[in-house]
């Protein structure tokens, strides 16, 4: 089944401990359309500048992704500037100019609007709101959102989330929605401000999904070059949508732990090069072998012999 | 088979967001040989002051645990205290007594130096090379170590670790003592200087165990109630070493593996209360039961319909 992102397409400028790149693509509705669409057909809503390189978007029309949605307007595209120390759990901003991105507004083609699985990614919730204004019916809204929304928009936060489903979030941004450090309580705080669902993301610890009478721990690939950290979270949210949206079916828990997987397999890639260097050259094989990496890493059996 | 522990027996002053207790029973010895004695009998070489409480003693010797090593000396019990904000996953430390510690000279009885799993807990590393001495032939030797000891006696340490087939450690400290900030690096540096295994603790994030050819990782059990971390990581290596020592065959992935949940199962009761509260009290169904809490939080099947 098809899936739509609403989200920045962006040219990102990144230093890491490893190397610098200036206007390099970025933004969180290309990383998670270029993920999802490993799997499941991705419809992208965003705008980008005239300076915007075409062959970027031939780039993502290459991979099938719909871009009906995303707009050229008149001036610059949204651009950030970052920088990632050998922590490289977490950017320093250095830079970000909103340009195009300031009088965004999106505005679903009507061949979007049916849109089975949607995604809204880090945008104001006014935003995010207004694009499910516009689906009919959608069968799972999964949102992101970050600390300027949660502490500056926390009203039109909490009325877009009773309207969406699943919520990723980082353990910080978790602890402060929810004003509880304990991530379990947290998650749960937040699961009764609406979402059915909350991922709870922590880098290279890898992430939790909390449902209400379940929780799946999966742990980030252990590598040994991360090179750039920038877009995981939105490969991760990309393969976890692309992977469930490929069932037409309910939502079972074997879909969910896979599709968290498949998240973490994705961003797994993304990381290992700039911007989505990695992404455009990974083949299936190679992701069919990281799943398989994933369990190994996390396989154990049951008692045996300690069951005395 | 037995499994020998040397480290602290001590009395500890704990303050957390939650309460605070002066003078309970902790030390590294102490949470390592009570959390091993569920599943091996357990030898402790350790000191204590006159002030210690017989009760103590006579609990440890309850749970089965042989004390012919531990003496006692004239003057007081070794003393830590410490403070634990919301975060929980360090402690202050404010004050730490070495008392009768500071002329701690490891003594093994006789009928000791046979024992096949010995655990050489967080002292000086000539310290831990002294009971190497006195121990003929073991068959797996782990021990714990910290930035005091890799900053302050890296040769000694160096040379200790040089003896030692297993390590474990917290990501601060492989990344100190490997001088390198990725974790699969640094483990790998470390497997360089001696041990075949490494066992990296993440507190709430869990832990890894990395070998030559393998890497496991197991989550921490999530938590909405943590209480005092004190312990943690001394009964998690109590309960990985304990399992392992139920086996007189070879160390096989599997029983690695049930091996490193099952430490990661008695740390998630340890924390549950001050000192050794909860694993005074705990039973083995319970243990069984959050064994299987940790398969359930952890697995996931193949690619299924992913692999198209």
Redesign the interface.
Known sequence: MSLLVVGSVALDSVETPFGQKEDILGGSATYFSTSASF?SPARVVAVVGEDFPEGHLNFLRGRGIDLEGLTRETGRTFRWKGRYS???NEAQTLDTQLNVFQAFSPKLPESYRDTPYVFLGNIHPELQAQVLDQVKAPKLVAADTMNFWIKGSRAALLKTLSRVNLLFVNDAEARQLAGE?????AA?AIMAMGPQRVVIK?G???A?LFEAE??????AF?????FDPTGAGDTFAGGFMG?LA??SGVLDQ??L??A???GSVMASFTVEKFSLERLREVTRPEI?AR??EF??????????????
């Open positions: 799997f050998y922590e490289l450090h304990n991530v379990v309580k749960r922590r290279e610890y890898g939790l379940h929780i799946f721990a999966c742990p252990p590598l040994a070059e991360v992977a490929t069932s074997a879909l732990r896979r968290m997987v498949m069919h799943f398989a369990r190994k890493l996390t396989h154990f059996d049951d008692l045996g012999s300690l069951e005395r």
